[in-house]
Nanobody
Framework: QVQLVESGGGLVQAGDSLRLSCAAS????????MGWFRQAPGKEREFVAAINWNNGGTYYADSVKGRFTIFRDGAKNTVYLQMNTLKPEDTAVYYCAASATVSISGDRQDYEYWGQGTQVSVSS
């Protein structure tokens, strides 16, 4: 059983920063890529950022490019999402995901493992 546990969410004001963490545990699995997605109330889950676990290559949604940074720590089996200059429209539940088959992708269908999510709320 593979587990992904997110942490770091909270309530902040517009312009503030937050760092989300996603720790992987459980049985060893071949991990090629990891990603962050988010889901706002009444909306579909959307792609935020992805990272190639092996070479560190990254990919971002246009809406967060230049404000968010995804990075990993292999020793800690953890992927992070540094979120700067937060906006009210960034309010959502943020989910971590891992893919055993795809190195980097913005398509949620490519991810086999998902965390439970962490709430990020940004007030204006």
């Amino acid at each position: 059983q593979v587990q992904l546990v997110e942490s770091g969410g909270g309530l902040v004001q517009a312009g503030d920063s937050l760092r989300l963490s996603c720790a992987a545990s459980g049985r060893t699995f071949r991990r090629n890529g990891m990603g962050w997605f988010r889901q706002a109330p009444g909306k579909e889950r959307e792609f935020v950022a992805a990272i190639n676990w092996n070479n560190g290559g990254t990919y971002y949604a246009d809406s967060v490019k230049g404000r968010f940074t995804i990075f990993r720590d292999g020793a800690k089996n953890t992927v992070y999402l540094q979120m700067n200059t937060l906006k009210p429209e960034d309010t959502a539940v943020y989910y971590c995901a891992a893919s055993a088959t795809v190195s980097i992708s913005g398509d949620r269908q490519d991810y086999e493992y998902w965390g439970q999510g962490t709430q990020v709320s940004v007030s204006s």
